[in-house]
């Protein structure tokens, strides 16, 4: 998400993440938002672009923001069986409570969905730490 000049942990103040690959985003109500592999491969579809592409166009294109929300939100729609079309992603942004709103959603649940891990400090990668340097240690050895 660096391509789009917005560090990882900015872009999760004020964003609710459910599940792992999951982020809510208040719309119309609040509305899961998930890139799954169908999610992705529509995106990859409509626009022509690569993922990469994607990444890196930013949110100055406003018809491929509509386009990343839509496919994002098809998962949500199923669950509660709704159709959604491209058509009403106009009316559910004018919902939001603000364009960054639209763009830290968006930008959590892209990197959500590539095992991105926006509320770490990095410093998490469950790997045992080292010995220290001298040898000595602060556990007691039987």
């Given at each position: ?20 690959d999951v982020v809510i985003i208040n719309l119309d109500r609040p509305r899961e938002l998930r890139y799954g592999h169908k999610a992705l491969k529509t995106l990859v579809a409509m626009t022509g672009k690569t993922l990469e592409e994607i990444e890196t166009a930013g949110f ?83």
């Open positions: 998400m660096k391509a789009w000049g917005i560090s990882p942990r900015a872009i999760l103040r004020g964003v609710k993440i459910v599940k792992n100055d294109d406003l018809e491929l923001v509509e386009k990343l929300t839509y496919c994002g939100l098809l998962s949500d729609a199923k669950q509660n069986g709704e159709t959604l079309n491209l058509n009403q992603m106009e009316d559910f942004l004018d919902c939001a409570p603000n364009y960054k709103h639209i763009i830290d959603s968006v930008t959590a649940a892209f990197a959500a969905a590539f095992g991105a891990n926006p509320e770490g400090d990095g410093g998490n990668d469950q790997q045992p730490a080292a010995e220290p340097a001298d040898g000595n240690s602060t556990s007691k050895k039987a």
